[in-house]
């Protein structure tokens, strides 16, 4: 009786350290960094057109940003924040003269895009990306291979310095 006793008492403290190991795993996941997108969202090249940018400086880029259905809906309807769905892809490309447009003008007045330098995305999703401002975020080589996690440390704080909704481009008309 006694050593069913002893043997049931061990067996009790067994099962509690694994039941604290478990919870314990399990809360730091709960704490892991930011998830940054793997994987380019399908079909983007297809999607509308929200805006242009030109970016001088050190990015000297041309810049077209495009929305899913979600995105261009919640643009056209100002809603805010923007729903869960949203996506918004940010095509970046090098700012090139264009020799052929340049010889009709008669002058250096025409930049065209040269290959793309990188294809960027924010992704809503309220409750996955919560500690990033329900955005995730995700940036591409052309060729479809994501920055590394330290490259994506940089882009949530910036991007919560945008008014609305932690999204800087507007709705061009
Ligand atoms: C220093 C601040 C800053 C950082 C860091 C930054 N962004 Fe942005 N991002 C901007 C600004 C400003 C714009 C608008 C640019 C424009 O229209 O000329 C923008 C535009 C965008 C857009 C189009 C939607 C919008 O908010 O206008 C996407 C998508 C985007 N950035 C993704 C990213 C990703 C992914 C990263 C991290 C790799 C990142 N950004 C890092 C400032 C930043």
């Known amino acids: 009786m006694r050593r069913i006793h002893f043997f049931l008492m061990a067996l009790a403290m067994l099962a509690g350290s694994i039941a604290w190991m478990v919870p314990a795993s399990g809360q730091a996941d709960k704490a892991a960094p930011p998830i940054y997108l793997t994987k380019m969202p399908s079909g983007f090249r297809d999607w509308q057109l929200i805006s242009v940018a030109h970016e001088a400086g050190k990015l000297n880029s041309l810049g077209a940003m495009l929305g899913n259905e979600v995105a261009m809906k919640a643009y056209r309807e100002k809603t805010l924040p923007y729903p869960d769905g949203t996506i ?71 991007h919560a310095k945008a008014s609305r909704d932690g999204v800087f481009t507007q709705y061009a008309p």
């Open 88 to 158: 918004i892809a940010a095509l970046h490309y090098t700012h090139l003269p264009n020799a052929e447009n340049n010889t009709v003008f008669g002058d250096v007045q025409s930049y065209t895009p040269g290959p793309p330098s990188n294809y960027q995305f924010m992704v809503k999703d309220s409750k996955k990306y919560a500690a990033t401002g329900g955005w995730g975020f995700g940036s591409f080589t052309p060729e479809g291979k994501a920055f590394t996690d330290a490259q994506m440390k940089t882009c949530a704080p910036c």
